[in-house]
């Protein structure tokens, strides 16, 4: 099962004119802590700054504090957003990472 599923890439509104990924978190425990450490340790491989975007509220993707507090359950859309010199290669890396439902075997 899929963490993360694209729904779209580039956009024409304000906060898409920065390479971004639409996507509902489809593991079935939600974004908890193993899956928040690996988004955080993924990220930290590049030097671009990637959001997560949930109702209104922001999250540093590098910090695994700061996606738990998003409280992101199983079917939640969000927004993740990138922007630096690599912005593309770590949203590919993140869907990557989602796509293989976060490393993690089925809990």
């Known amino acids: 099962m ?3 599923k694209r729904v779209c ?3 024409t ?3 898409s004119q920065r390479p971004h990924v639409e ?4 593991h079935p425990q ?7 450490a690996a988004i955080a340790r993924t990220v930290r491989q590049f ?3 990637v959001r997560v975007h949930r109702r209104g509220r922001v999250a540093d993707a590098s910090s695994m504090l700061e996606l738990m ?5 199983h079917g939640t859309g969000l927004l993740l957003t990138a922007e630096g010199p690599d912005a593309e290669e770590a949203l590919n890396a993140l869907e990557e990472l989602f796509a293989n439902d976060f490393g993690l075997a089925e809990e």
């Open 23 to 26: 996507s509902t978190v489809t």
């Open 47 to 49: 030097s671009s700054e």
């Open 69 to 73: 507090v998003l409280g992101v359950p």
């Open 13 to 15: 509104h304000a906060i």
């Open 9 to 11: 890439g580039e956009g």
């Open 2 to 4: 899929n963490g993360l």
């Open 30 to 36: 939600g974004m908890h802590a193993r899956p928040a």
